[in-house]
Structure formats: structure tokens, C-alpha cells
């Protein structure tokens, strides 16, 4: 900040690209919290950089934030061996912007994010910067310090390991309105017969409770089974429990408040109409970003 309390250049640079820098240390952590961090950390870093040097700022952002969530993404992965229960992504409430955009749209939405989470921290970093924000190949080399053609490759088996994981296209906004509808009237009715109706016969639901709420310890899967857990606990919830409807991640969710405070977030999957994969996440920590927009860019 200069003295007459106008930003500086660098501060300047790093603010016009700090939604982008976001995105990509999110998309490559899953975690908003650690995102975070990481542009914190990109700040520090950048502050320290002669900036008339520096000939493509955003570039130069970009190699810093990656390479900072690198170094993040490979504690995270020994903190997550230890994890209690499923693992999911934090959920952000985001603007309708980021739907208008389908390819940002998708990058973040849980499903890929999931995938994403199977990939090697190097491969990760390279089809994120390759397939969502399109850098060219000696970009991301300097990035993550690997020749262009290194990159290539690695690009080249990130995409492979992707294309053999990635969920099928999902259907039309209605169609996932209409299941998160069907979902809500159960929860606030105690009627499972409208989410027995969309229900697909190998659904699967997940929760995320980080053994601090309460939540399945391992996926579930089949409509039986599912149902059965949910009239489990629907009869406690009925008249205590309002949901939301809200866009998460770029897609249709629900935030479910228990008496006034927020106790979940739900987001679906959904193929041929069908709800194909549930994903609840209650555990608190992560629960902090869907109150608030935030901002996503590429």
C-alpha cells in the first residue's frame, strides 16, 4: 500500500487475480479453507518479488499458487489417510455465474472434484491448468518444473485416468431441481416415497461428517439400503429440520438448517432422471463457505 492508501502495483496485480488464483489452488485441494492458505502463503511470495521484472503477472501468480498447493497437496494427503469416514470436497455457495460457464461448472462440482482426488498431486496440477484453465504446456512447465514435453505426457495420462472416471453427462438443471424437490418434501414431510420414486437402483450416497457430526462411516449403496438409512432418520427430522434450496459448486443443492443453524449441505448426481449419487457433508469445518458467494474465475 503506498502512503497516499492507494494499492500498490503489486497489490494491484495480485487482487485483479485473486479469484483466479483461488480456483486454481481449490480445484487442486478440494479444500477452501487450504485455498486459503495457499493465497496467503502466494502473497507473501509475490510481495517479496520485484514486480517491473516480471513480464506476465498472471503467469507468474499462477506458478506461485501451484506450486505452493503442491507442497499443500502432499500434507493432505497423509492428513486425509487418517481421515474418519468418506471424504468430500468443501462445498462453496457460488454465484449463478459460474453455471452460465459449464466447463468451470463441472471442474468443481463434487463428482469431478472426486475424481480428481484419485489423481497424483503432479498430474492433478497439470490437468488443471491444462484442461480447465488452458495454459500452454511450457507455462505449466515452469509451474511445476518439468520440461514442456514432460508435461505433455503427464497431461496426456491425467486425461486417460479422467476420461475412464468421470461420470457420465449429467442431465438438464430441471431434472436436478426436481430430484433436490423431491429430497427436500422428504425431509420436511417425512413422505420417502418422492425420493424412492427418483432414486436409481445402484445409488450411492456419501456423508462427510470428519467423525465430528454424525454420519455414515462408509458409502452406502442400493435404493433399498439408502431409503432404509433415510427413514431411519427422517421421523426425528420432520418439523425440526428446513432445507434450503441453494447452488453449491456450481449446480442445484439444498442447505439443511436444524432449528435455526446449518447442519448439512446436499448435493446429487443425476443420470436418466435418476439420482445416481447422494452427497451430504456435515461435518461443521467444513461448512463455513455456504452462507457467503464465492467467487470463482479461470
Same mark, same amino acid.
Given at each position: 500500500?503506498?502512503?497516499?492508501?492507494? +494499492?500498490?502495483?503489486?497489490?494491484?496485480?495480485?487482487?485483479?487475480?485473486? !479469484?483466479?488464483?483461488?480456483?486454481?489452488?481449490?480445484? =487442486?485441494?478440494?479444500?477452501?479453507?487450504?485455498?486459503?492458505?495457499?493465497?496467503? &502463503?502466494?502473497?507473501?511470495?509475490?510481495?517479496?518479488?520485484?514486480?517491473?521484472?516480471?513480464?506476465?503477472?498472471?503467469?507468474?501468480?499462477?506458478? *506461485?499458487?501451484?506450486?505452493?498447493?503442491?507442497?499443500?497437496?502432499?500434507?493432505?494427503?497423509?492428513?486425509?489417510?487418517?481421515?474418519?469416514? +468418506?471424504?468430500? /470436497?468443501?462445498? @462453496?455457495?457460488?454465484?449463478?455465474?459460474?453455471?452460465?460457464?459449464?466447463?468451470?461448472?463441472?471442474?468443481?462440482? =463434487?463428482? =469431478?472434484?472426486? %475424481?480428481?482426488?484419485? @489423481? $497424483?498431486?503432479? &498430474?492433478?496440477?497439470?490437468? %488443471?491448468?491444462?484442461?480447465?484453465?488452458?495454459?500452454?504446456?511450457?507455462? #505449466?512447465?515452469?509451474?511445476?518444473?518439468?520440461?514442456?514435453?514432460?508435461?505433455?505426457?503427464?497431461?496426456?495420462?491425467?486425461?486417460?485416468?479422467?476420461?475412464?472416471?468421470? +461420470?457420465?453427462?449429467?442431465?438438464? &438443471?430441471?431434472?436436478?431441481?426436481?430430484?433436490?424437490? $423431491?429430497?427436500?418434501?422428504?425431509?420436511?414431510?417425512? !413422505?420417502?416415497?418422492?425420493?424412492?420414486? #427418483?432414486? $436409481?437402483?445402484?445409488?450411492?450416497?456419501?456423508?462427510?461428517?470428519?467423525?465430528?457430526?454424525? $454420519? =455414515? /462411516?462408509?458409502? %452406502?449403496?442400493?435404493?433399498?439400503?439408502?431409503?432404509?438409512?433415510?427413514?431411519?432418520?427422517?421421523? &426425528?427430522?420432520?418439523?425440526?429440520?428446513?432445507?434450503? +434450496?441453494?447452488?453449491?459448486?456450481?449446480?442445484?443443492?439444498?442447505?439443511?438448517?436444524?432449528?435455526?443453524? #446449518?447442519?448439512?449441505?446436499?448435493? %446429487?448426481? *443425476?443420470?436418466?432422471? @435418476?439420482?445416481?449419487?447422494?452427497?451430504?457433508?456435515? !461435518?461443521?469445518?467444513?461448512?463455513?463457505?455456504?452462507?457467503?458467494?464465492?467467487?470463482?474465475?479461470?
Amino acid at each position: 500500500m503506498r502512503e497516499d492508501g492507494h +494499492p500498490d502495483t503489486a497489490t494491484s496485480a495480485f487482487v485483479a487475480h485473486r !479469484n483466479l488464483l483461488f480456483t486454481v489452488a481449490y480445484e =487442486m485441494l478440494g479444500s477452501a479453507a487450504d485455498a486459503e492458505d495457499v493465497l496467503q &502463503e502466494t502473497w507473501l511470495r509475490w510481495s517479496g518479488v520485484d514486480i517491473d521484472t516480471v513480464r506476465d503477472r498472471r503467469a507468474y501468480l499462477v506458478r *506461485i499458487t501451484t506450486r505452493q498447493a503442491l507442497t499443500r497437496m502432499r500434507t493432505l494427503g497423509r492428513r486425509r489417510e487418517s481421515y474418519v469416514g +468418506p471424504w468430500l /470436497p468443501e462445498p @462453496l455457495l457460488t454465484a449463478p455465474d459460474v453455471a452460465e460457464d459449464v466447463e468451470l461448472a463441472e471442474s468443481v462440482s =463434487m463428482a =469431478m472434484l472426486l %475424481v480428481l482426488e484419485t @489423481l $497424483a498431486p503432479m &498430474e492433478r496440477a497439470v490437468f %488443471v491448468l491444462r484442461e480447465v484453465f488452458a495454459l500452454a504446456y511450457d507455462e #505449466i512447465g515452469d509451474a511445476v518444473g518439468r520440461s514442456p514435453a514432460a508435461v505433455r505426457q503427464i497431461a496426456h495420462r491425467a486425461r486417460a485416468h479422467v476420461a475412464a472416471r468421470r +461420470p457420465r453427462e449429467t442431465t438438464s &438443471e430441471a431434472e436436478t431441481t426436481a430430484a433436490l424437490a $423431491a429430497f427436500r418434501r422428504a425431509v420436511e414431510t417425512g !413422505n420417502l416415497q418422492d425420493l424412492l420414486d #427418483i432414486l $436409481a437402483p445402484n445409488v450411492v450416497a456419501l456423508a462427510d461428517g470428519g467423525g465430528v457430526a454424525k $454420519a =455414515m /462411516p462408509r458409502p %452406502v449403496v442400493g435404493a433399498d439400503k439408502v431409503a432404509r438409512l433415510l427413514s431411519a432418520g427422517l421421523p &426425528e427430522l420432520v418439523g425440526h429440520m428446513a432445507a434450503e +434450496p441453494v447452488r453449491l459448486n456450481g449446480s442445484p443443492a439444498l442447505l439443511l438448517r436444524h432449528e435455526g443453524k #446449518i447442519d448439512a449441505v446436499v448435493a %446429487v448426481r *443425476i443420470e436418466d432422471g @435418476l439420482v445416481t449419487t447422494l452427497y451430504t457433508v456435515r !461435518n461443521p469445518e467444513k461448512l463455513s463457505r455456504v452462507e457467503r458467494e464465492t467467487a470463482l474465475s479461470r
